[in-house]
Every structure is written in structure tokens, then in C-alpha cells.
């Protein structure tokens, strides 16, 4: 079988500061790296202890968070920027898709890192009138070619967040926000420990989840932070400029949305 893996680093155990572990230059940007490496390979470990499969993983954070030196020796790394807007699940077919490390969106109470693809940027963004992060966005990537979303881990808050779209999903928490910069963590290794575990469960017992798909059309509403952020949205056809930092952006099909508008293609 060929799987997927799509990686974060905020919703790693251990990360817990913007600047300080998740920026290039942050006092303890290499052990976050690394930390967020070793979680994605018990992911794969936990695969692999299934049987002989393909895995493909994908660096998801966007300065980098995979050392590729420390990664899996089996599996494939899609690293660097930019990447296209599919991020290389296109590039199938694949079986199943997994997300480690992941983190909660804009605004979620009771979550570590919260934020909805730029913490500094974006404040929100619906999809049909439903507030939706990073890691349903992801899904909705995957369920444009029929690859189920079977297993997430990363903080309670953003495990939460998944099983409320995905029935059957599973998931491991790996740390508790206690405010936005601080978490109850497990430590590493034994973090490590229940995600290779449930990353095996998740593949061995993945009948039955179907991959995220909502019905068309589509209207996708952001909110960003400040009102020159909007500007390469306007004057496009498919766009309604609601008001200085809000925009609306439409489309008929999930793959348009998601690769060529969402971004201001």
C-alpha cells in the first residue's frame, strides 16, 4: 500500500512557541525539527509494522520542520518552497492519508499554537459557512482523489477538531494547551510510543472511513488581519470583496477552490 503523511510542527509534543521552537533562528528551532522528525517516523515505524508499504511525507511546515537526515530511511521527503497548492498528493494513487504534528485553528479554545495557516495573517476562514483549519483543508485535499484521512496527532484540541468532520478517524494527542504558548506534554519518547502504536491501529483498522468531501458549490470566506491583504483578491471574478479584511471566493469544484482560487490564483 502507498501512503501520505502531511506534517506540522506546532502540534508536536514539546513545541510550544512561535518563535522560539517553530522559526529558523528560534533558540530551539533544530530540536523542534527534530522532535517533529522522530514523531513522524514512529508514524512510519507504526506503518511499516503493518507490512511492506510505500510512504511519502510531505514538510508541511513552511520554513521546514523535517531533518532529513534523522527521517525514516524508508520513506520519501517532499521539502522546500514553493510547492503546488496539491503539495504532491496528486502524485497517486495513495490509500490512506495522515497528518503528525498537527495543530488547531484560529481561535479554538483550549488549544496550543492555534492559528489557520499564518498566525500573523488570517484570523479565519469558512467553507460553506463552517469554520475550518489547516488540518480539514488537508482532508478536503486528500478527498479530491478519493484518499481516505485515517489518523491525526498533535494537540487535544486539534484531534477534537478532526473527529468532528471525520467520523471514524483516528487520532493521538500528544500535549493539553494550558494557554496558547504553554501545553501539558508527554514526554518525547513516550509520545513517540502511542503514536506509532495508533498509526498502526489507524491502518489495520481504516475500513469504513471515507475521505472528506462536502457537497459543491463552494464559498470560502477569509478573514485576514489587516486590509492590504485582500488586495490580490480583488478584481477577480470569482471573488466578493465583503469588507476591508474580508473576502468571499467561489468556486464549483473542490480541486479549483483548493489549487488555483483559495490562494488568489
Known sequence: MRFYIMTDMEGVSGVVDYEKDCSPGGVHYEKAMRLTTLEVNAAIEGILSTGNHEIIVCDGHGPGGIDIELLHREAQLIMGRPLDPMFGIDDGPFDAFLMIGQHAMKGTPGAALAHTFSSKNILSLTLNGTPIGEAGINALRAGIYDIPTIFLSGDRAACEEIRRIIPGIHT?????????????????????EKIKEAAAYAVTHMEGIRPFKLDPPYEAIFEFVRPNQIEPYRNKKY???????KVAIYADDMETLLKERLWAG
Do not use: G, M, W, Y
Request: proline content about 4%; charged content about 30%.
Open 172 to 192: 493521538c494527542a500528544v500535549k493539553k494547551a494550558i494557554k496558547e504558548t504553554s501545553a501539558l506534554c508527554l514526554q518525547p519518547e513516550k509520545a513517540r
Open 239 to 245: 471573488c466578493h470583496i465583503l469588507s476591508e479584511t
